[in-house]
């Protein structure tokens, strides 16, 4: 019984204001559409092409770069020091992730990425 | 709607402990005390606004704190600051794209004139020709103080809006346009150099 007041009182809470503002407009307020006003960006400056550009892909290869040369040495550093603690399953794990990642130098290798000089 | 009641009657009332009002009055009280600004600033007169806004001065006491960003949200345009030819279009869509009811405050000697670069190739001489300006701010830069002053007689020229009749509120005429055209960049100046339903420059009578 309760949440059916709750839900009423919910409902009727927002609408109240929302109908009197819609009954002000109508009474006394004319509406003044125009293209301007209901241009999309709203920041003074016209809009120009088309909003869906595409984002070059070719950034995949520093991500790929960023990962073998930073995020590996932070997992590598922790690695080696507890290297001689460590049991088979650790020491596999980490290998598999360190062959990924190899995977993704030679790819990058193989791309050119590498080559400071042209 | 307003003219209703005598105002030495609704005073007899008030002392009795009785309110009276109108639709008009109510309208205009709350218009007139959440005047939401628009966040933009030109050159150095929008460091007096932001004085303005900050603790000091505080506009937050006359309802005028909440800057916003958006056009859309914004009642006033505080238009502070010295208006190059190249950013009048930018300044014209920005209050365009601001929904009625919408006021225009012209801070500071360039806003309103041109100001000291007056005779400059890129500067526009005052906004006005382009824009209904409701208040004029003299100054280089006008003081916090002018502000708050501009900001009252704002307050002061919303409360007297009517609400009906032949003479009421521009925005609350179906007839009164909401966009005025925005300026292009000309061979040599802003096209049209004004506009001339907006700028009505005074004659001087020599005589």
């Known amino acids: 019984m309760f949440i059916v007041i709750f839900i009423g009182v919910a409902l009727v809470f927002p609408l109240i204001p929302l109908a009197l503002a819609w009954l002000w407009r109508q009474i006394f307020q004319p509406p003044k559409p125009g293209p301007q006003k209901n241009a999309i960006y709203e920041c003074g400056v016209e809009s120009l092409g088309e909003a869906q550009i595409q984002f070059r892909s070719q950034y995949y290869l520093y991500a790929i770069i960023f990962l073998i040369f930073d995020v590996e040495a932070i997992f590598l550093v922790p690695f080696a020091v507890a290297f001689t603690g460590l049991p088979v399953g650790a020491f596999i794990s980490i290998l598999v992730f360190l062959l990924l990642l190899i995977e993704g130098l030679i790819w990058a290798w193989s791309k050119g990425c590498l080559q400071w000089e042209s | ?207």
């Open chain 2, 1 to 207: 709607m307003s003219e209703g009641i005598d105002e030495g009657l609704r005073r007899e009332l008030q002392r009795q402990g009785v309110w009276v009002s109108s639709v008009q009055e109510l309208y205009n009280w709350g218009r007139k005390n959440s005047i939401w600004p628009l966040q933009f600033g030109l050159a150095c007169c929008a460091i007096e606004m932001i004085a303005t806004a900050a603790s000091r001065y505080d506009i937050a006491r006359f309802g005028g704190e909440v800057f916003r960003p958006s056009p859309r949200q914004a009642d006033l345009m505080i238009v502070a600051g010295t208006v190059t030819k190249k950013m009048a279009p930018q300044i014209v869509r920005l209050y365009n794209q601001m929904a009625d009811p919408k006021y225009v405050i012209a801070m500071g000697a360039c806003a309103i004139s041109g100001g000291p670069f007056k005779q400059g190739y890129n500067v526009l001489k005052g906004i006005d020709r382009y824009i209904p300006v409701d208040v004029y701010i003299p100054g280089c830069p006008p003081r916090p103080e002018a502000l708050l002053h501009a900001f009252m007689e704002l307050q002061r020229k919303i409360d007297e809006q009517k609400l009906s009749g032949s003479d009421k509120a521009a925005h609350l005429d179906p007839e009164q346009p909401s966009e005025f055209p925005v300026p292009s960049f000309g061979k040599h100046d802003l096209e049209p150099p004004a506009n001339s339903d907006v700028f009505r420059p005074m004659t001087i009578e020599r005589g």
